[in-house]
Antibody, heavy 119, light 106 residues
């Protein structure tokens, strides 16, 4: 059974870089049918897509976050990662990693991890 | 940027039918997906490609599309259906979500 698990610091200082890793188990991240995505959801608010990456390294980013986001993939460890630079309090939210099949849906989600931006 | 519009809230009595709409320019040319999110939980895909249900999703959840509006319909609504529902579509390789609809089962 496919599972995704987010990991990383729960507290990041303003202006620093937020780094999260998603570990995929139960399937290969090199599957040609899927992208692997990062999403976030501020407390009490809606879902926001951050970006998605294919196992080859091809990545797509949200236009509103593109200047600050880098998503990378490591097929040897079956992981993909998110880096969000120059964080502010507005980046305090729950971050999810998930499996994405374009034009089908986001069919498997991690449990989410809360990141707080504070000094 | 592309936008999807949902009503903020919908209320329904147990056993009745609830409909949640999602509208967007040229949505009729795209596929819509729907997600259910209960409090404190991760989203769950309940409808993809406008009308298809993933395995394990009850038949009383159904999707449809007409013009530039996609609709999620929940028949015979149960208390367990009370949740936030999000529509989602792709626009030029970017993922776009609607603002979400809180379904309240009265």
């Amino acid at each position: 059974q496919l599972q995704l698990q987010e990991s990383g610091p729960g507290l990041v200082k303003p202006s620093e870089t937020l780094s999260l890793t998603c570990t995929v188990s139960g399937d290969s991240i090199s599957s040609r049918y899927y992208y692997w995505g990062w999403f976030r959801q501020p407390p009490g608010k809606g879902l926001e897509w951050i970006g998605s990456i294919y196992y080859s390294g091809t990545a797509y980013y949200s236009p509103s976050l593109k200047s600050r986001v880098t998503i990378s993939v490591d097929t040897s460890t079956n992981q993909f990662s998110l880096k969000l630079s120059s964080v502010t309090a507005a980046d305090t939210t729950v971050y999810y990693c998930a499996r994405v099949r374009n034009y089908y849906g986001v069919d498997v989600w991690g449990q989410g991890t809360t990141v707080t931006v504070s000094s | 940027s592309y936008e999807l519009t949902q009503p903020p809230s919908v209320s329904v009595s147990p056993g009745q039918t609830a409909s949640i709409t999602c509208s967007g320019d040229t949505l009729g040319d795209k596929y819509a997906s729907w997600y259910q999110q209960r409090p404190g939980q991760s989203p769950v895909l309940v409808i993809y490609q406008d009308t298809k249900r993933p395995s394990g999703i009850p038949e009383r959840l159904s999707g449809s599309s007409s013009g530039n509006t996609a609709t999620l319909t929940i028949s015979g609504t149960q208390a367990m259906d009370e949740a936030e529902y999000y529509c989602q579509a792709w626009d030029s390789s970017t993922v776009v979500f609607g603002g979400g609809t809180k379904l309240t089962v009265l």
